[in-house]
């Protein structure tokens, strides 16, 4: 193998398997990155897809190209926060019941140095404040005694509205002889899907 041959495999190797994030900083700059890509991507992409041929001179009018700066910023943040949601879904374990305030308190910080590490964009005047409050508080509602999320699905239905319904019986510990309930563990969770009109409305909010 050729020494350029073996560059381009380190590369390509590299971005297949980047380096485990290992402090705050790493985990901080994967979650600006990730989330930058993410909202130029949905937005240009479906922009393109929805207008065809047509997006040549779209891309090249002053009022869309300002809509689209702010469909861009706004789903950065919506990403932003849902890249947050599952990394603290992934850290819960490690930090433990006892930690688990700790942690969502350092996500919030963390959250509110992402969003502040660029000047706001002129649209938000007021800043990222409504943001970063509206994260706190989907970090609280998923808060129960003991363990958030999927404990023991037991049922899954269609609901007459068309959408999923998950029974989840919360959480038991068993053993041999007996089996510890917790009270108030269980949940009816509703999944709703994103459509293409959701992502519509947003867009034609921002013009």
């Given at each position: 193998m050729t020494g350029m041959s073996s560059t381009v495999l380190r590369s390509v190797m590299a971005r297949l398997r980047p380096a485990p994030i290992a402090n705050v900083g790493a985990f901080k700059e994967f979650l600006k990155e990730r989330a930058l890509l993410v909202a130029q991507k949905c937005a240009i992409d479906y922009c393109r897809g929805k207008t065809g041929l047509a997006s040549y001179a779209l891309f090249t009018e002053e009022p869309f190209l300002k809509a689209l700066d702010v469909c861009r910023w706004e789903t950065f943040a919506a990403v932003l926060g849902d890249l947050l949601i599952l990394g603290e879904g992934h850290l819960r374990p490690q930090a433990g019941a006892e930690r688990r305030l700790l942690l969502c308190d350092a996500l919030l910080r963390l959250h509110a140095d992402v969003l502040d590490s660029a000047a706001p964009p002129p649209h938000r005047t007021q800043g990222w404040d409504d943001v970063i409050t509206a994260l706190a508080a989907r970090l609280q509602a998923s808060r129960i005694d003991l363990e958030e999320g999927f404990e023991r699905p037991v049922d899954v239905q269609v609901g007459p509205d068309g959408l999923v319904y998950v029974l989840d019986f919360g959480v038991f510990n068993p053993s041999e002889k007996t089996m510890k309930v917790f009270p108030k563990t269980g949940r009816v969770y509703r999944i709703e899907p994103v459509t293409?009109?959701?992502?519509?409305?947003?867009?034609?909010?921002?013009m």
């Open positions: 293409a009109q959701d992502f519509e409305r947003l867009f034609a909010a921002a």
